[in-house]
């Protein structure tokens, strides 16, 4: 299996909809959900938000939902719990 780990989506480039359309059908997906604002400043609801943006350009298939980066201290444990429950609750 290739899967693009991560999809960095504040890098030039990771436009979640084009990579989708252009390689969705080759290639699995990894990452997405942005450590640089949304995870650790962002509100619950923005969190939430962006778990739903990147399910639905992204998903429902050959997407695994998870963090860009590994999750920094500097996010709260109710922003992690706010985007697994997001997640679940879409699949």
């Given at each position: 299996m290739d899967i693009l780990n991560p999809v960095?989506?504040?890098a030039q480039g990771m436009d979640t909809?084009?990579?989708k359309e252009k390689f969705g059908e080759e290639i699995c997906f990894w990452g997405a959900i942005?450590?640089?604002y949304v995870l650790p400043r962002g509100t619950q609801v923005e969190v939430r938000k962006e778990v739903r943006k990147r399910?639905?350009?992204?998903?429902?298939w050959?997407?695994?939902l998870c963090a860009v980066h590994d999750i920094q201290p500097d996010v709260s444990p109710e922003n992690v719990v706010a985007m697994?429950?997001?997640a679940r609750e879409k699949t």
């Open positions: 960095q989506v504040s909809d084009a990579l942005d450590t640089t399910i639905s350009e992204l998903g429902p050959g997407y695994v697994y429950k997001e």
